[in-house]
């Protein structure tokens, strides 16, 4: 055995994993193949989106269709979906209730820049499963956030927004700052981006009130930018009191608490502000809102809403710097009231939780029994194994614990035994139409997997 080891693994046995398992997967798909190298030059690096070219496979596959929680290539090769689109899909793919909707909309408009009577009952349906907000609709959870804090800033008259390092609100420029030796720094990596960010963010570690306090005590915050739960990289939970100190420190020192709950909306019924009794000023969630359909929604308290029209109300005539012309369309409302009265429902999150905590079970039991060091958290409906010891405690201990070699070849294995799960980190998520066979079939091919990593040489 070789004596480097990445995450407990021997390096020469995970790179002839690797190796074999890159393969077989090439093998299984050479229509795929052939078709990216007849098409896909026209499309920058590519891939429609950029994004895409982050899974770890030798090629993509070219999807056929999807339906519930299966997903189906053009060389006929089915899978059991844990990554639902990285939440996009959260509630399956083409939910029953939401593709009705969109049948019947379509044949009405697709959009106008005008309400509707649906868009009105939407509105009833956020407050009842959300919360008593005052909403605005948008098309990303990116576009949401932007918009949060334009409105933050224009309520305290402050530049800055707090974000913790390792954060992720989508692409929203503010947010890409890191920690480097206590002081905030443009993220590395960022492209094109000529701005110091430090003049308009500043991070803190998750999990550290002390180091909040410190950044709000300067007085020029205007509002924290926070998930519940940090998700993008390992997950990290929040400790015992985090949430209430938070909310406790921005009214001490004047700044808006805005809750993005794009990722954590599997937490339950209302998502983790919801379940934990969260007070946030100003709500947002994304993703799998509308059932697959690009949506988010974003909402102030009363309060906060107030604030905001007397904002409004002094500004020189002029563009707000808020909203997008395709945002808030019949087509998002029609979507956003199937899945929340027929699809984000409570028998539905039951089924969702029962089965992902079967899967993290199943995952734990997995990693105890070859002796892995590593750890395994649940929130709600989603699911993470971490290839490292654990609980993670901030952003930093996430960035050491991700493991991009080790989680490369598991995931290409995962795929070639039948199981897709989120390629940017070790995500796995429960849908309504997810079947306890599928999650069995993800537990006994992980368990072998780890049988091949961490076999005795």
């Not at 993509?60 to 269709?65: E, F, I, N």
């Not at 960022?190 to 003049?199: E, R």
């Not at 028998?347 to 892995?372: C, P, T, V, W």
């Not at 490369?408 to 989120?422: F, P, S, Y």
Request: aromatic letters at 6%; hydrophobic letters at 40%; proline letters at 5%.
């Amino acid at each position: 055995m070789s004596a480097e080891t990445i995450a407990g693994i021997s390096s020469d046995r995970l790179a002839a994993f690797a190796a074999r398992e890159a393969e077989t997967y090439a093998k299984a798909r050479p229509k795929a193949a052939k078709a990216l190298e007849k098409g896909a030059g026209v499309f920058l690096g590519g891939v429609p989106m950029h994004w895409m070219s982050d899974w770890p496979m030798p090629h993509l596959p070219l999807v056929a269709k999807a339906h519930g929680a299966r997903i189906e290539d053009i060389d006929g090769v089915a899978l059991d979906d844990f990554c639902l689109g990285d939440t996009g899909s959260m509630f399956g793919h083409s939910p029953p209730p939401v593709a009705r909707a969109i049948r019947h909309q379509a044949r009405r408009g697709l959009t106008y820049m005008l309400p509707t009577e649906t868009a009105l009952e939407a509105g009833r349906l956020l407050t009842e499963r959300f919360g008593p907000f005052r909403w605005q609709i948008a098309t990303t959870a990116t576009d949401a956030n932007r918009f949060a804090l334009r409105v933050a800033r224009a309520i305290t008259g402050r530049p800055k927004v707090l974000v913790f390092n390792g954060c992720y609100h989508g692409t929203v420029d503010d947010t890409f700052v890191v920690l480097e030796n206590g002081r905030t720094v443009n993220a590395p990596g960022l492209l094109g981006q000529v701005n110091d960010l430090s003049q308009t963010a500043v991070a803190c570690e998750f999990n550290d009130l002390a180091g909040v306090e410190a950044a709000l005590a300067k007085g020029d915050v205007a509002a924290i930018l926070t998930e519940p739960v940090m998700t993008n990289s390992c997950m990290v939970l929040p400790q015992a009191g985090f949430h209430d100190g938070l909310r406790q420190l921005s009214r001490k020192y004047g700044a808006l608490l805005i809750m993005d709950e794009t990722h954590t909306i599997s937490s339950g019924l209302g998502g983790y502000t919801r379940v934990h009794s969260l007070r946030p000023d100003i709500f947002v969630v994304g993703k799998c809102v509308a059932g697959g359909m690009p949506t988010a929604v974003w909402g102030l308290t009363d309060e906060t809403a107030k604030r905001y029209e007397e904002a409004d109300a002094k500004r020189e005539p002029g563009r707000t710097g808020m909203g997008t012309t395709l945002s808030a369309n019949p087509m998002q409302f029609a979507c956003l009231v199937a899945t929340l009265s027929e699809v984000m429902t409570p028998e539905n999150y039951a089924h969702m939780e029962k089965l992902a905590e079967r899967l993290s079970a199943g995952l734990r039991k997995a990693i105890e029994r070859h002796k892995a060091p590593w750890h395994v958290v649940r929130v709600g409906a989603r699911v993470e194994f971490i290839c490292a010891p654990g609980p993670l405690r901030n952003g930093t201990e996430a960035g050491y614990a991700h493991q991009p070699r080790v989680e490369a070849a598991i995931h290409t294995a995962l795929i070639n035994r039948g199981t897709l799960i989120a390629p940017f980190h070790n995500m796995m998520l429960i849908s309504p139409a997810t079947r306890k066979r599928q999650v069995d079939r993800l537990i006994a091919n992980f368990d072998t997997i780890l049988t091949d990593l961490f076999k005795a040489a």
